[in-house]
């Protein structure tokens, strides 16, 4: 096991020693967080709570700001301009990309019979 020493504020001092041995399983949780901001998984969440209607499901998408930060990335990944943590974000923008695209596909029965 490796040894790593860090300087940290007093307040986080206490909550270290209060963590005690659980500071390995606590540092794991933390680093493996998903790359994207909470609220755009709220956002799906939430709208997925709602029980939408297959129509809400067909049209559904990013916000406008998921929109342009997920273009920013796009394009800084073309021009080879992409940090780690960039391109950590597009990679969770695709899963949660391709996770809409299964559940969406799963109501095209219920599009086609509405028609």
């Known amino acids: 096991m490796a040894t790593i020493t860090i300087e940290v504020p007093d307040e986080l001092s206490g909550l270290i020693a209060e963590a005690g041995d659980r500071l390995p399983e606590l540092l794991t949780q933390s680093l493996r967080q998903p790359a994207l901001p909470a609220h755009v998984y709220r956002y799906v969440l939430d709208f997925l709570a709602r029980n939408p209607s297959p ?6 998408g990013p916000t406008p700001e998921m929109t342009e930060r997920l273009r920013t990335l796009i394009e800084r990944e073309a021009a080879g301009d992409i940090s780690a943590a960039e391109k950590a974000d ?3 923008y695709e899963r949660l990309e391709h996770l809409m695209i299964l559940i969406k596909s799963g109501n095209l029965h219920y599009l086609a019979g509405a028609r």
């Not at 129509?55 to 559904?60: C, D, K, P, S």
């Open 55 to 60: 129509e809400e499901m067909a049209t559904f």
């Open 90 to 92: 597009l990679e969770e």
